[in-house]
């Protein structure tokens, strides 16, 4: 079964200090993986995307996420967080050539210690 | 980069009543759009899947004739929540696909 699993509902950082965000999945055929933000209220913000190529993928707002296709996972991480970062972060897989849905995780709401 | 709209941004509407939700494609062409709909602090729910030029196709559990969506041109989908109650509050979410998945910035719908 097509599945995306993020394992934490929340996680609380302090300011300036490193993040990382897991994602593991579960698809059966060759994975397009996404990171979505999304602030309260307000839609999806994409922050990266993997289809192929370099594993290590880079997005805006200084985020990264690495593709391990050994472990199914796609974790999203950052250097040092910002207050602005506090939101909700969703993982998604979908289909690289179809206009298939795509498949999102229960999301990770994130909270920044001043 | 690719630039999806949804109109309105938010809506009130009296139980019993009808509400329209657009979703446009800005500046490239969607053969598909998704429509979602998502409860406080959950993740999104894939309503159904609008096809241009065909008909919907809906996720179990999805009552398609209180949920009507259309696809007329390859720029606009829309969906149109029909006789609203108040259990139908909520946010939706309208999606795209170019080389990605693009997001409208979604609606929130109440219905009082």
């Known amino acids: 079964a097509q599945s995306v699993t993020q394992p934490d509902i929340h996680i609380t950082v302090s300011e300036g200090a490193s993040l990382e965000l897991r994602c593991n999945y579960s698809?059966?055929?060759?994975?397009?993986l996404f990171w979505y933000v999304q602030s309260p209220g307000q839609g999806l913000q994409l922050l990266l995307k993997?289809?192929?190529?370099?594993?290590l993928v880079q997005g805006i707002k200084g985020f990264e996420a690495e593709f391990k296709r050994s472990q199914s996972s796609f974790n999203l991480r950052k250097p040092s967080v910002h207050w602005s970062d506090a939101a909700e972060y969703f993982c998604?897989?979908?289909?690289?050539?179809?206009?298939?849905?795509?498949?999102f995780g229960k999301g990770t709401r994130l909270h920044i210690l001043p | 980069g690719a630039v999806v709209s949804q109109h309105p941004s938010w809506v009130i509407c009296k139980s019993g009543t009808s509400v329209k939700i657009e979703c446009r494609s800005l500046?490239?062409?969607?053969?598909?759009m998704f429509w979602y709909r998502q409860f406080p602090k959950q993740s999104l729910m894939l309503m159904a899947t609008?096809?241009?030029?065909?008909?919907?196709?809906?996720e179990q559990g999805v009552e398609k004739d209180k949920f009507l969506i259309n696809h007329a041109s390859l720029t606009l989908s829309t969906l149109t929540v029909t006789s609203a109650h108040p259990e139908d509050s909520s946010f939706y979410i309208c999606?795209?696909?170019?080389?990605?998945?693009?997001f409208g910035s979604g609606t929130r719908l109440t219905v009082v």
């Open positions: 999606s795209a696909r170019d080389t990605g998945y693009t």
């Open positions: 698809y059966g055929a060759t994975p397009y």
């Open positions: 993997y289809f192929s190529g370099d594993t």
């Open positions: 998604a897989v979908g289909p690289m050539n179809r206009d298939d849905k795509i498949i």
């Open positions: 500046d490239f062409q969607a053969t598909t």
């Open positions: 609008s096809n241009e030029g065909s008909k919907a196709t809906y």
